[in-house]
């Protein structure tokens, strides 16, 4: 009660001349507000008697308005955001000083954008100036991320409902991509198969920029450049989520672009699914974060010897992480608004968090041979694979958010191609 929390929009981001970056709303003001217009900002003043939300929002401005579209404006935003005061947020700086007399503490997330830090210090001192006469300022400023993100960790059902339908659409988009593969299409056409999709299924946009990649393109972790063609025999790997109500799902699925697997495209693929599965038959409350990708590690350090691909035995491998050149990144990480969501893996002092129910949460092993690697034997050249699938913590194991997009080899061999 005796804090103030500040929370503001995030800036807009010019693209080139006059034209901006699609507007994306900063996920804590969305995750306490639901506010998605620019230009916004939440006070929490708790135990006010008369406003323990001021609002701040855009004034409504018909000449902007014909150009930019409706907003919300000051006389609505009482009523639509459940605050009790609002005010134009060409006032914020203006007002926050005497709206932090008699508070102890602001809190406010330093670091984002030096303008405001510059604004807000500039408040406090102001707001020590009116309280010298009696009355009270802040004395600190402290970062609400800790905390909120905690709460944003643990999903509310309202939560968890946005991300399953961002899941099941994310999966589905994957399957249609699937059904239009064909040999010489290009990377962004498949791409844009798979967008297509998300939006027809009501989500507003991609939540990350989708990933297609065909060949030894599979090889490179973010490739975005999606302007190669998809040729015959190779395979295509596509890392694509969609991005519903705030929420995202993250899935990659990797398939033959003519339907076949090889031989060896089919060797690397087994061993990935596995090393997949055998991670999510582990997810129960109360196993240890690391412990996922120690167990991908494992099956796919195993799979590595068999294959002769590094050298054995399998425990001087994972010591010396031979495995590290062909499997060189995490297996999962949180999920939420923002696809690498917030949230501790270890919180002070742990090695690794105990898994809870209402976590949510990637497992997403690969394996990448580079073209051009002369260590790795030349069939496994080029091959690139990894199968991504989002999974929600459940009191007794866990629910796979994204089993609607195909994995079983047999099944992606029957869908490739193939036309709804
Ligand atoms: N799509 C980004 C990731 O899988 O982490
Ligand atoms: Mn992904
Ligand atoms: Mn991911």
């Given at each position: 009660?005796?804090?103030?929390?500040?929370?503001?929009?995030?800036?807009?981001?010019?693209?080139?001349?006059?034209?901006?970056?699609?507007?994306?709303?900063?996920?804590?003001?969305?995750?306490?507000?639901?506010?998605?217009?620019?230009?916004?900002?939440?006070?929490?003043?708790?135990?006010?008697?008369?406003?323990?939300?001021?609002?701040?929002?855009?004034?409504?401005?018909?000449?902007?308005?014909?150009?930019?579209?409706?907003?919300?404006?000051?006389?609505?935003?009482?009523?639509?955001?459940?605050?009790?005061?609002?005010?134009?947020?060409d006032?914020?700086?203006?007002?926050?000083?005497?709206?932090?007399?008699?508070?102890?503490?602001?809190?406010?997330?330093?670091?984002?954008d030096?303008?405001?830090?510059?604004?807000?210090?500039?408040?406090?001192?102001?707001?020590?100036?009116?309280?010298?006469?009696?009355?009270?300022?802040?004395?600190?400023?402290?970062?609400?991320?800790?905390?909120?993100?905690?709460?944003?960790?643990?999903k509310?059902?309202?939560?968890i409902?946005?991300?399953?339908?961002?899941?099941?659409?994310?999966?589905?988009?994957?399957?249609?991509?699937?059904?239009?593969?064909?040999?010489?299409?290009?990377?962004?056409?498949?791409?844009?198969?798979?967008?297509?999709?998300?939006?027809?299924?009501?989500?507003r946009?991609?939540?990350?920029?989708?990933?297609?990649?065909?060949?030894?393109n599979?090889?490179?972790?973010?490739?975005?450049?999606?302007?190669?063609?998809?040729?015959?025999?190779?395979?295509?790997?596509?890392?694509?989520?969609?991005?519903?109500?705030?929420?995202?799902?993250?899935?990659?699925?990797?398939?033959?672009?003519?339907?076949?697997?090889?031989?060896?495209?089919?060797?690397?693929?087994?061993?990935?699914?596995?090393?997949?599965?055998?991670?999510?038959?582990?997810?129960?409350?109360?196993?240890?974060?690391?412990?996922?990708?120690?167990?991908?590690?494992?099956?796919?350090?195993?799979?590595?010897?068999?294959?002769?691909?590094?050298?054995?035995?399998?425990?001087?491998?994972?010591?010396?992480?031979?495995?590290?050149?062909?499997?060189?990144?995490?297996?999962?990480?949180?999920?939420?608004?923002?696809v690498?969501?917030?949230?501790?893996?270890?919180?002070?002092?742990?090695?690794?968090?105990?898994?809870?129910?209402g976590?949510?949460?990637?497992?997403?092993?690969?394996?990448?041979?580079?073209?051009?690697?002369?260590?790795?034997?030349?069939?496994?050249?080029?091959?690139?694979?990894?199968?991504?699938?989002?999974?929600?913590?459940?009191?007794?194991?866990?629910?796979?958010?994204?089993?609607?997009?195909?994995?079983?080899?047999?099944?992606?061999?029957?869908?490739?191609?193939?036309?709804?």
């Amino acid at each position: 009660e005796e804090g103030a929390a500040l929370i503001l929009a995030a800036p807009e981001r010019r693209r080139s001349n006059d034209s901006l970056y699609d507007y994306r709303p900063s996920n804590d003001l969305l995750y306490l507000t639901g506010f998605e217009e620019p230009e916004s900002a939440a006070l929490f003043l708790p135990g006010h008697p008369e406003h323990p939300f001021v609002a701040f929002v855009r004034r409504r401005d018909p000449a902007r308005e014909v150009w930019d579209g409706a907003r919300l404006g000051v006389e609505a935003a009482c009523e639509r955001l459940g605050a009790q005061r609002a005010h134009p947020i060409d006032e914020l700086y203006a007002r926050l000083p005497e709206l932090l007399v008699d508070r102890r503490r602001l809190v406010y997330a330093l670091g984002e954008d030096e303008e405001a830090d510059r604004e807000v210090v500039r408040c406090v001192r102001k707001a020590r100036w009116l309280a010298r006469r009696g009355r009270a300022a802040p004395l600190a400023i402290l970062d609400p991320r800790e905390l909120l993100h905690e709460q944003r960790l643990l999903k509310a059902p309202e939560e968890i409902a946005a991300l399953r339908r961002a899941c099941q659409v994310s999966a589905e988009g994957h399957l249609r991509g699937m059904r239009c593969t064909r040999p010489g299409m290009r990377e962004y056409e498949l791409q844009a198969e798979i967008e297509y999709h998300f939006k027809q299924a009501g989500a507003r946009a991609p939540g990350y920029t989708t990933i297609v990649g065909a060949g030894a393109n599979a090889c490179v972790l973010h490739y975005v450049d999606n302007r190669a063609p998809l040729r015959d025999g190779d395979l295509v790997l596509v890392d694509a989520g969609a991005e519903v109500q705030w929420y995202t799902g993250d899935v990659t699925r990797t398939w033959p672009v003519n339907g076949r697997f090889t031989g060896y495209q089919r060797t690397v693929y087994d061993l990935v699914l596995r090393a997949q599965m055998d991670v999510i038959r582990e997810v129960r409350p109360g196993l240890p974060w690391p412990e996922l990708h120690r167990r991908a590690v494992r099956t796919l350090t195993e799979g590595l010897v068999d294959l002769g691909v590094i050298e054995g035995p399998v425990e001087r491998a994972l010591e010396q992480k031979t495995y590290a050149r062909y499997y060189m990144h995490g297996t999962g990480h949180w999920l939420g608004m923002d696809v690498h969501d917030v949230g501790a893996y270890a919180r002070r002092g742990e090695e690794g968090r105990p898994l809870e129910p209402g976590m949510v949460f990637t497992v997403e092993p690969g394996l990448y041979f580079p073209p051009d690697d002369a260590d790795c034997p030349e069939p496994w050249r080029g091959i690139g694979v990894r199968i991504e699938d989002d999974v929600l913590v459940t009191a007794d194991g866990c629910e796979v958010l994204t089993a609607a997009a195909p994995k079983e080899p047999e099944e992606i061999e029957e869908i490739v191609g193939r036309p709804a």
